[in-house]
């Protein structure tokens, strides 16, 4: 019923940016929080940015000044603009919904929809 399609990931040089998308479908983003995650290899999956439903925003200190999680209510669509890209932020994005937990910053169980994931890869 619920899905979350990420889109927008690729690769690019260091200092570049990217804006990331996530169509979401089942369920109403406006009424719902919303984050982006990220994975990188050999690592675990962190949170990068998250939206309350007052739409607070959360950003991890590694992205905070280049990173922006934003919404747009009519195309029930969450982004992430990416700017000063770094090779650290190369990973695997998710967009998630569906917290089950008031507390913020987020871990990874509190969300029970996840998207497939898109690359993003920052060469030196």
């Known amino acids: 019923q619920v899905s979350l399609v990420e889109s927008g990931g690729g690769l690019v040089q260091s200092g570049g940016s990217l804006r990331l998308s996530c169509a979401v479908s089942?369920?109403?983003?406006?009424?719902?929080?919303m984050a982006w995650y990220r994975q990188a290899p050999g690592k675990q999956r962190a949170l990068v940015a998250s939206?309350?439903?007052?739409?607070?925003?959360y950003y991890a200190d590694s992205v905070k000044g280049r990173f922006t999680i934003s919404s747009d209510n009519a195309k029930n669509m969450v982004f992430l603009q990416m700017n000063v890209l770094k090779p650290e932020d190369t990973a695997v994005y998710y967009c998630?919904?569906?917290?089950?937990?008031?507390?913020?910053?987020?871990?990874?169980?509190?969300?029970?929809?996840w998207g497939q994931g898109t690359q993003v890869t920052i060469s030196s």
């Open positions: 939206l309350s439903t007052g739409r607070k925003v």
């Open positions: 998630a919904t569906d917290c089950l937990s008031p507390g913020w910053p987020t871990v990874v169980t509190d969300w029970s929809y």
């Open positions: 089942g369920i109403i983003v406006s009424r719902n929080a």
